[in-house]
C-alpha cells in the first residue's frame, strides 16, 4: 500500500482546496441588441424586457 514520502503543510493542502476560487470572476456581459444596455448573455434584459427579440416582461419604474 502506498504511503505519503513527506506530511503535506496545511498551507499547501488549503490552497488545492481553495482552487475553486480562482476560477470566480467577474460576470461576462454582451449588449442587449434593442436597447443597447450591457446585459449577461442568455438572459432577458433587465433594462427593456426582450430576449431574442420578444418581449418577456414590462420591467418595473424604478
Same mark, same amino acid.
Not at 504511503?3 to 488549503?14: A, H, L, Q
Not at 476560487?21 to 443597447?36: F, I, R, T
Given at each position: 500500500? /502506498? ?5 503535506? !503543510?496545511? *498551507? ?6 481553495? *482552487?475553486?476560487? !480562482?476560477?470566480?470572476?467577474?460576470? !461576462? ?6 436597447? #443597447? ?6 438572459? /432577458?434584459?433587465?433594462?427593456? #424586457?426582450?430576449?431574442? #427579440? ?9
Amino acid at each position: 500500500m /502506498a504511503n505519503p514520502r513527506r506530511k503535506i !503543510s496545511k *498551507s499547501k493542502r488549503d490552497k488545492r482546496r481553495a *482552487s475553486w476560487m !480562482s476560477d470566480l470572476s467577474n460576470p !461576462s456581459l454582451s449588449v442587449c441588441p434593442n436597447c #443597447g444596455e450591457p446585459k449577461q448573455p442568455h438572459r /432577458a434584459c433587465m433594462n427593456c #424586457g426582450y430576449y431574442k #427579440g420578444q418581449k418577456v416582461f414590462t420591467p418595473s419604474e424604478s
